[in-house]
T-cell receptor, first 113, second 117 residues
Framework: AQKITQTQPGMFVQEKEAVTLDCTYD???????LFWYKQPSSGEMIFLIY??????QNATEGRYSLNFQKARKSANLVISASQLGDSAMYFC??????????FGPGTRLSVLP | DAGVIQSPRHEVTEMGQEVTLRCKPI?????LFWYRQTMMRGLELLIY????????DSGMPEDRFSAKMPNASFSTLKIQPSEPRDSAVYFC???????????????FGPGTRLTVL
């Protein structure tokens, strides 16, 4: 079974608009962490935002926020005021138990001018 | 801090040759991870170390792959003999050990693009 599901292989958004990238996860561990990474065309992996399973509030980092719905096991990334530089692959990842990370298949976001 | 350093950045070799990829983690980080990324299979965890000790190598595809971490500042991933299907981008990442509820993000190196002809 897939631990991390990202159902949107590709997304388009108009510049300056907000976009939500979906992520659902599967775990029976009560303690886990959720991460989003960005991979631009240059190839590097850039950490964006983190949400812990016990965090009471949704994480925010600048234009990035995480819509964490624990009961539904979803951790959607919201990017506000999209910029052309946001065009990239976005990966949702989960750490459970030890330090093992599991990454989702990714969503390719294209920001249109 | 220079971040995670990987070398070489690009490697082209012929089938059957030995390939060694190198990684220097961020100083002070306790964990080191090796990933492989391909279009078909996405990002796969191959192996990870804690304090230089391999913890989980279940992602290593075959006996042709081996990884070592002789000290806290250096790790290698070796493929011997290499095959065309090993062509991929190989990432090394490191992180600090924190409690399970804390952010312990992984810092990725720039990757090594391996092409096996």
């Amino acid at each position: 079974a897939q631990k991390i599901t990202q159902t949107q292989p590709g997304m388009f958004v108009q510049e300056k608009e907000a976009v939500t990238l979906d992520c659902t996860y599967d775990t029976s561990d009560p303690s886990y962490g959720l991460f989003w990474y960005k991979q631009p065309s240059s190839g590097e992996m850039i950490f964006l935002i983190y949400q812990g399973s016990y965090d009471q509030q949704n994480a925010t980092e600048g234009r990035y926020s995480l819509n964490f719905q624990k009961a539904r096991k979803s951790a959607n990334l919201v990017i506000s005021a999209s910029q052309l530089g946001d065009s990239a692959m976005y990966f949702c990842a989960m750490r459970e138990g030890g330090q093992n990370f599991v990454f989702g298949p990714g969503t390719r976001l294209s920001v249109l001018p | 801090d220079a971040g995670v350093i990987q070398s070489p950045r690009h490697e082209v070799t012929e089938m059957g040759q030995e390939v060694t990829l190198r990684c220097k983690p961020i100083s002070g980080h306790d964990y080191l991870f090796w990933y492989r990324q391909t279009m078909m299979r996405g990002l796969e965890l191959l192996i990870y170390f804690n304090n230089n000790v391999p913890i989980d190598d279940s992602g290593m595809p075959e006996d042709r792959f081996s990884a070592k971490m002789p000290n806290a500042s250096f790790s290698t991933l070796k493929i011997q003999p290499s095959e065309p299907r090993d062509s991929a981008v190989y990432f090394c990442a490191s992180s600090l050990a924190r409690d399970r509820t804390s952010n312990n993000e992984q810092f990725f190196g720039p990757g090594t693009r391996l092409t096996v002809l």
